[in-house]
């Protein structure tokens, strides 16, 4: 029954990627997988529960590790702040590693949340109903890690954050018409470090329009 299970995960996650949650149908997952509606009714109840499963599937291992890089580097700092550089890493560095390892989704489950980011409902409402605890913890931690920075201004920092993340899981498929070759030769480890190091020099980054308006 688990290979079963399996099956319908590995054949959702792939036309997920390919045709997006709108544009797959049951039906296909259904004929694609090889199994009979009762099959998909028994594990999922739902084509929208069959989706969570299958984004939970690759990012609640990533969670687990975020969660214990962030108390590590917590550990670390003793009683001060962490290293905004540490808060970043430990959010970006689990789930950037299991996107480029095949064993964890890899090309597909990147393609997938290409999907998701584009299609917009369905991604942020599985965000809410599940990573509310782990988001919180880390809006604590960046807080702390910057402590002059006012919140509604850390709110747009991670909102743009969040964005340049998903551009990079999302891989190559924008700037390959420029530069095809740097691309398909681009390091994902160098590509992490660049990362890092982009989003923490947004974070720090002087809000210069606001300051500049409130004069």
């Known amino acids: 029954m688990t290979d079963t299970r399996e099956r319908i995960l590995d054949t959702a996650e792939r036309l997920f990627a390919a045709h997006g949650y709108s544009g ?3 039906r296909a997952i259904i004929t694609e997988a090889e199994v009979n509606q009762a099959a998909v009714h028994y594990y999922f109840r ?7 499963a299958v984004f939970l599937r690759r990012t609640e291992p990533a969670n687990q590790e975020r969660m214990e890089m962030l108390e590590r580097c917590e550990r670390a700092a003793g ?23 095949p064993g964890k989704g890899g090309l597909v489950f990147r393609e997938l949340m290409g999907r998701l ?26 807080t702390r890690a910057l402590p002059d920075v006012p919140q509604d201004e850390l709110f747009w920092k991670v909102h743009f ?18 530069d095809r ?8 480890e160098l590509i ?3 990362l890092v190091a982009f989003l923490s020099a947004g974070m720090r980054a002087p809000v210069t329009a606001v300051r500049e308006r409130e004069k």
Not at 83 to 90: G, K, P, S
Not at 132 to 137: E, G, H, I, Q
């Open 46 to 52: 739902s084509k929208e529960a069959l989706l969570e």
């Open 181 to 188: 070759a740097r691309l398909d030769n681009a390091d994902s």
């Open 161 to 178: 954050a969040m964005g340049a993340t998903a551009q990079a899981f999302r891989g190559k498929t924008d700037w390959q018409v420029f």
């Open 192 to 194: 992490l470090r660049r």
């Open 79 to 101: 009683g001060n702040a962490p290293e905004l550089e540490d808060v970043i890493e430990a959010f970006v560095v689990p789930a950037f590693r299991a996107a480029c390892d």
């Open 117 to 142: 980011y584009a299609e917009g409902d369905m991604l942020p409402r599985i965000v809410a109903s599940k990573f509310v605890p782990m988001l919180a913890r880390f809006a604590v931690a960046l």
């Open 24 to 26: 797959t149908s049951l």
